[in-house]
């Protein structure tokens, strides 16, 4: 069968098919990308920036519409309200996140057991490398800008220090800072103070901007995109399958021709071996009279 698969014809078959099955393989990696590709594209409203008070309300759950939203407030700091949340990665480096009360301004104002004079959020200001760089946060009336995100869960079984929180967790923090506080904390990328921004993206300094954006939906797999990838990988290898079908039956011809060529020929052989011997008794015979026709005299 190698004989044949060697012919001209089918070498330039195989590379024909081989050809082929390349496409159909990029055509799978293509359906199978587009399988894990999210569906939706990010919501470019999320970056209009609306106040705070008309986007979560205080004692709600977070609502996964709300999340990444970035919102305005206006309020201040209490600076004796801050943690360092460690292991926080900034340009490859571990660091500390720094997140300072903010009361709100014209916040709801919870009611019940526990409940505070005045509503509290979080705010995630920045960065630092080290917890001797973080300061406090800046005084006076604050009118607040970042991205609205939801709580973070705390690291079971770990008792922060004073001044840490293992996570930007509010179940976490309204126990230490003993507050009424919305679900949710914000990330700040503007700090107005008096007509001037004195944010960590404003300042250069020890502390650094978060700078986190929106995040992207969640992947979904697509099943018929899924489906398609296989099905391009099954026909790759029905064009191979192809080819080597021909090649073999290309192969069974030749052999039956080879054995109609050879019954032809043993059938050739056996017909001159039966008229060999009819031949035999009539090699004798010659036209010469017999005596007794010589004798006859007319």
């Known amino acids: 069968m190698l004989k044949t698969a060697l012919k001209p014809r089918w070498i330039a078959g195989l590379v024909f098919a081989i050809v082929i099955s390349g496409v159909f393989v990029l055509l799978s990696q293509w359906q199978f990308g587009r399988s894990t590709q999210p569906e939706a594209p990010v919501s470019s409203g999320t970056e209009d920036a609306k106040p705070l008070v008309r986007v979560l309300q205080p004692g709600e759950f977070f609502h996964g519409s709300v999340a990444d939203q970035m919102v305005t407030a206006k309020g201040s700091y209490d600076p004796d309200k801050q943690v360092l949340v460690p292991g926080r990665l900034h340009d490859g480096a571990t660091g500390f996140w720094v997140v300072s009360a903010f009361s709100v301004q014209d916040a709801p104002v919870l009611s019940g057991v526990g409940a505070t004079p005045r509503t509290w959020i979080p705010v995630a200001r920045g960065w630092v490398a080290d917890a001797a760089q973080a300061g406090a946060p800046p005084s006076g009336t604050i009118e607040l800008t970042g991205r609205l995100l939801p709580s973070e869960a705390p690291l079971p079984g770990t008792a922060p220090e004073p001044g840490r929180a293992t996570a930007v967790s509010v179940a976490e923090l309204i ?38 954006g929106p995040q992207p939906p969640a992947q979904q797999v697509n099943w018929l995109n899924l489906f398609y990838s296989v099905e391009w990988i099954v026909f790759a290898g029905f064009a191979l399958f192809i080819w080597w079908r021909m090649v073999k039956d290309d192969y069974r011809r030749d052999l039956e021709d080879e054995l109609d060529d050879e019954h032809d020929e ?33």
């Open 266 to 298: 043993n059938g050739a052989h056996r017909e001159g071996a039966e008229e060999a011997p009819q031949a035999g008794p009539h090699a004798g015979t010659s036209e010469t009279p017999s005596p007794t026709e010589q004798k006859v005299q007319p």
């Open 175 to 212: 126990n230490a800072w003993e507050v009424s506080s919305y679900p949710g904390f914000v990330a700040a990328t503007s700090e107005m103070a008096a007509g001037t921004d004195v944010s960590a993206a404003a300042v250069n300094g020890d502390l650094k901007p978060l700078n986190i």
